[in-house]
């Protein structure tokens, strides 16, 4: 039977952790503060914006809502951004996404200042990554690194597949795996044999965004899986890309949905806020 990678608890390990940083920078008279700006009203971006505001509450953070409307203009948007970034009391900034069609989602991510990029999306940060330079890394995917590491998982030398190359997912898993000394394939929508391929691995990590569909017969017996998909069902359950019933019999250790990768995003960025504080105050 596979170990199941508890992300809840590991996530509230991390939290209380920066609690502790967070409280010893008061201490010394710093109160760190995220701004996050939505544009329209879609009710799952509003869910993440409100679990993203009561995180920083929880934490001691101070958090500012910047609310504007679903046709607000780019230029717009990018002054809201300039002013945020001008500002010396905001130390994090983050655009909830996805945005509205008429804006460049690129043009806007880019505007952002990228010590203040909590989110790790800037061109800067993203370079830096793949450089082994310091900077914000994309929540998610540093969220796994932590998971690995802190159910005492070896990944050095390790065949790691990442089903996945988003900008977000896939690409800068696949990157920080790297780091860490696996040696990593990234499969992909045009991969051949994908299933055989996977086989093949001893870390597998899928990004696929398709409901369930990584089975048994993708899984090398004693693999560690980390399933960083969330899909709700018809019945109004969440399940993952993979088929956990069917999986985790084969798996060593295994991620559930809801309860593994979900609540480690939003405390690895957390995790980027404090480092934007300490690198705003020099800490
Ligand atoms: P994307 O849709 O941007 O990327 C999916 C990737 O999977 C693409 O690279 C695509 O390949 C590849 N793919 C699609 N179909 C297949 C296939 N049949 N075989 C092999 N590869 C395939 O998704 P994201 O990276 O944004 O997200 C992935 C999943 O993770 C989603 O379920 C999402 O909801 C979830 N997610 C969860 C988060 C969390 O906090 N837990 C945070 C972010 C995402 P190609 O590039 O060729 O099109």
């Given at each position: 039977m596979a170990k199941i990678i508890d992300g809840k608890a590991i996530a509230e390990e991390i939290k209380h952790e920066l609690k502790q940083e967070i409280d010893a920078m008061k201490e010394r008279g710093i109160e760190g503060s995220l701004a996050v700006i939505q544009v329209g009203t879609d009710p799952a971006s509003s869910v993440y914006v409100s679990n993203k505001k009561k995180a920083c509450e929880a934490l001691g953070i101070r958090s500012e809502s910047c609310e504007l409307p679903e046709d607000v203009t780019e230029e717009a948007l990018l002054r809201q951004i300039e002013i945020y970034n001008g500002n010396p009391r905001i130390d994090g900034i983050l655009v909830q996404l996805p945005l509205p069609p008429h804006i460049n989602e690129k043009r806007v991510l880019d505007a952002i200042d990228p010590t203040k990029d909590v989110d790790g999306f800037h061109p800067l940060n993203v370079g830096a990554l793949l450089i082994g330079e310091k900077g914000m890394v994309s929540c998610t995917p540093?969220?796994?690194?932590?998971?690995?590491?802190?159910?005492?998982i070896e990944i050095a030398g390790k065949h790691c597949v990442v089903i996945g190359r988003?900008?977000?997912v896939g690409k800068p898993m696949a990157v920080l795996m790297l780091r860490e000394n696996a040696t990593v394939t990234i499969a992909h929508s045009k991969t051949k044999n994908l299933e055989s391929l996977c086989r093949t691995a001893d870390i597998l990590i899928v990004a696929v965004g398709k409901p369930?569909?990584?089975?048994?017969?993708?899984?090398?017996?004693?693999?560690?899986v980390i399933d960083v998909g969330i899909h709700r069902m018809e019945n109004k359950k969440l399940c993952g890309d993979v088929d956990f019933e069917g999986v985790e019999p084969l798996a060593s250790a295994i991620t559930p949905v809801p309860g593994g990768v979900g609540p480690?995003?939003?405390?690895?960025?957390?995790?980027n806020v404090v480092l934007a504080i300490k690198e705003h105050y020099g800490l």
């Open positions: 540093a969220g796994v690194i932590q998971l690995l590491k802190r159910s005492g988003s900008n977000i369930k569909m990584i089975k048994a017969s993708y899984i090398k017996e004693g693999a560690v480690m995003t939003i405390a690895m960025l957390m995790h």
